[in-house]
């Protein structure tokens, strides 16, 4: 089956600092991967995603590079703001599930100013 | 106003009542889902439509009924709610583009304690 592991939170930093939250997964078939946010209060929202090996999905700063040989998405962002304090979620649907997502678990991330 | 609205927003209700959240969208998708968020579980999937007379279960569908009434509207029944399934749940809507985008557009999400 399909499933994806996140690194567990919460991760805390102080404000521009370098953000990694790593994301490892097992999929039937080539994946589509995805990591969604969710700030406070909110529903989640699409952060950035990558359709095939070696693409990089990129958007508000941070990025992921879809790494087939070691089956990895993990996300990045070079230096943090307080607003970026949020749930992210790794995800990822398989070829003709359309948009059947399987998510991670989620990590918190707080950054303090 | 939000695209996807679900209401109500916050509920606490007592074991073996039963509930409904609804969940209403203007964007005019023809997808809609239903999701459960509990702590360190991520998001799991409850039921999900693809058009108005589609319905089908997903990986935590026991104790759980959805009614899809238009197109714009996707309701989510707990017939006899229980504690263990307190939990945050969100309703989230698609479009099929010809491509697998993998978009889903969430509602804010409705808070159920079951006591």
């Known amino acids: 089956g399909n499933s994806v592991t996140q690194m567990e939170g919460p991760v805390t930093l102080s404000e521009e600092a370098f953000l990694t939250i790593n994301c490892t997964y097992t999929a039937t078939g080539y994946p589509s991967l995805f990591w969604y946010v969710q700030y406070p209060g909110e529903g989640l929202q699409l952060l950035l995603k990558a359709t095939k090996a070696d693409d990089k999905g990129s958007n508000k700063g941070f990025e992921a590079t879809y790494r087939k040989e070691t089956t990895s998405f993990h996300l990045e962002k070079g230096s943090v703001q307080v607003s970026d304090s949020a749930v992210y979620f790794c995800?990822?649907?398989?070829?003709?599930?359309?948009?059947?997502?399987?998510f991670g678990g989620g990590t918190r991330l707080m950054v303090k100013p | 106003d939000a695209d996807v609205t679900q209401t109500p927003r916050n509920r606490i209700t007592k074991t073996g009542k039963r509930i409904m959240l609804e969940c209403s969208q203007t964007?005019?998708?023809?997808?809609m889902y239903w999701y459960r968020q509990d702590p360190g579980l991520g998001l799991r999937l409850i039921y999900y439509?693809?058009?108005?007379?589609?319905?089908n279960k997903g990986e935590i569908s026991d104790g759980y009924s959805v009614s899809r009434q238009a197109q714009a509207k996707f309701s989510l029944s707990l017939e006899s709610a229980i504690p263990n399934q307190t939990a945050l749940y969100f309703c989230?809507?698609?479009?099929?583009?010809?491509?697998?985008?993998?978009?889903?557009?969430f509602g804010e999400g409705s808070r159920l304690t079951v006591l």
């Open positions: 439509s693809f058009d108005v007379k589609d319905i």
């Open positions: 989230a809507t698609s479009d099929w583009g010809g491509t697998n985008t993998g978009e889903l557009f």
């Open positions: 964007k005019g998708h023809d997808r």
């Open positions: 995800a990822l649907s398989v070829g003709n599930a359309g948009n059947m997502l399987t």
